[in-house]
């Protein structure tokens, strides 16, 4: 698994955003208070039913869109085209969002069939559909960038009712942490509500890592992909409707929020994640605690007395990470017996009786398993065997989500892929490579030459695609035409690195000007290639 610098930087966010919250809280009033899913599709290839009715419907949106730039093609050859959004923090989720804004302003924003989205571009993508109409104003998203954010009220109020359900996770405290404090909202629409929308906007995939099968070496059972209509394995072809996900079979037919009992407790059914929810899954970078302590900065390993050494194995580096939990929990449970009762108290509780267990077990993404005690011998059993899944930010593992967009399921004839990731460039790009040829996918051709140019690259490189392999445009965020040699993308990846706070209007001004102007630079090249694409289909 490649560990990039942005990785560190957010952990380190986490515990400083988890931590202010809970204080801040402490300041403010708060009022009291088997086998599921549906049969894997057949034949394995096809799209839901939902997909492919979109995919029909938006095709002659394309055809009108390509029209309007002059280049008049007909139906039989509208092109798949796919636009990948790569991770990288806050840095990520701006400069899609100006990359798409530029798009739009340039009329080529409706040649997009697909969206595609990991870690912090997805962020950007439940942002954007927030809205049934963004493609038409994006300059609404931008705006909201640097607006303020929810008040902690409505956070704690958000938290409080999330924590009532079986599946509450520390991704739900991250992604609540992220949409206030980045995106500016607190979304409470779902995935599958585009599914009951028009045409409008491209379709969103938003692409997750499987942790039990990443840690059992499984490759076909690692990615997860979240559409309107159905989520489930890329690989695996095992999908449930979207509106089901999550839920288990003593759930089906129960009203939203209707309460049961398990083992004589009382609970609330599970209903379909929140885009707030989907936000924390997807950014869920530190969940792998068997990489936390590599992780941690030196002066926080050095605060809780925690080194690894490069020999220590997973058993010993496992115990450390209880440890040192241990060690955070212990004052607070302590403060919170001091406490006079109270609101303050009332607010100190939950997070103590709801807070730190999740911190203790290290929970996240934690999502019923709709393929469990599944009868397919195909699938591994580190999925069949495994009651929860666990959805997690796939962005450690590949910073670009290639692998929904590989093969014959999407037919895609072009990808645009735009990498806002830290560290050396094209990294993401010979990791997906590597991956097609893992999974036998057929992949462009990438030339070493070309990644010689690593540290210095260009703004606008093109692949070329065969008939079953697509074309791939890669342009990356800082290149070029934007930095006077390598030691000014250094320098420009320092100044928008991850590990800060949110970043000020000045610098969200200087990021969108950079990704406008890549896109605005190649617009020309693009609709070139847009133009070969549809040749080629």
């Known amino acids: 698994m490649p560990c990039n610098g942005w990785r560190t930087g957010w952990v380190t966010a986490a515990y400083v955003c988890v931590f202010t919250l809970i204080t801040q809280t402490l300041f403010l009033p708060v009022e009291a208070g088997g086998t599921t899913g549906s049969q894997p599709q057949e034949p394995a290839s096809l799209l839901s039913l939902g997909e492919q009715q979109f995919v029909s419907e938006r095709k002659e949106r394309i055809k009108n869109s390509f029209e309007s730039l002059g280049m008049h093609i007909n139906a039989d050859s509208v092109p798949h085209i796919t636009l990948l959004g790569s991770g990288g923090g806050q840095r990520a989720t701006v400069a899609l969002l100006g990359s798409l804004h530029q798009m739009g302003q340039d009329g080529l924003l409706d040649t997009l069939l697909y969206i595609g989205g990991v870690s912090a571009s997805s962020w950007a993508m439940a942002s954007l559909y927030t809205d049934p109409q963004w493609s038409t104003n994006t300059a609404a998203a931008l705006a909201r960038l640097t607006q303020p954010g929810p008040k902690v009220d409505d956070i704690v109020d958000w938290l409080k009712a999330r924590s009532a359900q079986e599946d509450f996770a520390l991704s739900d405290v991250w992604g609540a942490l992220l949409s206030s404090t980045i995106m500016k909202q607190l979304d409470r629409t779902r995935l599958s509500d585009e599914a009951k929308r028009q045409t409008t906007n491209p379709y969103p995939v938003h692409s997750v890592l499987e942790l039990n099968c990443y840690f059992d070496g499984q490759t076909k059972g690692r990615w997860f992909e979240l559409t309107p209509h159905e989520s489930g394995f890329t690989e695996l072809n095992h999908f449930t409707p979207t509106s089901q996900l999550g839920q288990r079979p003593s759930d089906r037919g129960a009203s939203e929020g209707e309460k049961g009992v398990k083992g004589g407790k009382e609970e609330v059914k599970v209903s379909e994640m929140d885009m707030v929810s989907l936000q924390g899954i997807i950014g869920s970078s530190m969940a792998d605690e068997q990489n936390l302590l590599g992780l941690l900065p030196d002066w926080l390993k050095n605060i809780l007395d925690i080194h690894s050494p490069p020999s220590e194995g997973a058993v010993e580096r496992k115990t450390k990470v209880n440890a040192w939990r241990e060690k955070i929990l212990k004052p607070m449970r302590e403060g919170l017996l001091a406490l006079p009762d109270g609101p303050a108290k009332d607010v100190v509780s939950w997070a103590v009786l709801k807070l730190l267990p999740l911190i203790t077990e290290w929970k996240w993404g934690t999502t019923a398993n709709f393929i469990y005690h599944s009868p397919d011998k195909l699938i591994s059993e580190c999925l069949r065997s495994t009651e929860n899944l666990q959805l997690v930010d796939a962005g450690p593992l590949l910073n670009s989500p290639y692998p929904p967009f590989l093969g014959p399921r999407r037919d895609v004839d072009l990808i645009i892929s735009l990498d806002f990731s830290l560290g050396k460039s094209m990294e993401s790009l010979t990791l997906a490579r590597d ?12 030339n070493d030459t070309v990644l010689e140019e690593m540290d210095w690259p260009r703004d606008f490189y093109v692949f070329p695609g065969g008939r079953s392999a697509p074309t791939i445009v890669y342009m990356p965020l800082f290149n070029q035409r934007n930095c006077r040699d ?19 209007q000045k610098k969200i001004a200087g990021l969108l000007k950079i990704a406008m102007d890549n896109m605005k630079n190649n617009k020309n090249k693009l609709m070139l290639e847009m133009h070969s694409a549809s040749v080629r289909n």
Do not use: R
């Open 486 to 504: 390598a030691a000014e993308v250094k320098s420009k990846m320092a100044e928008y690195t991850t590990l800060q706070f949110p970043y000020n």
């Open 435 to 446: 991956y097609a040829v893992e999974v036998g996918k057929p992949f462009p051709v990438i």
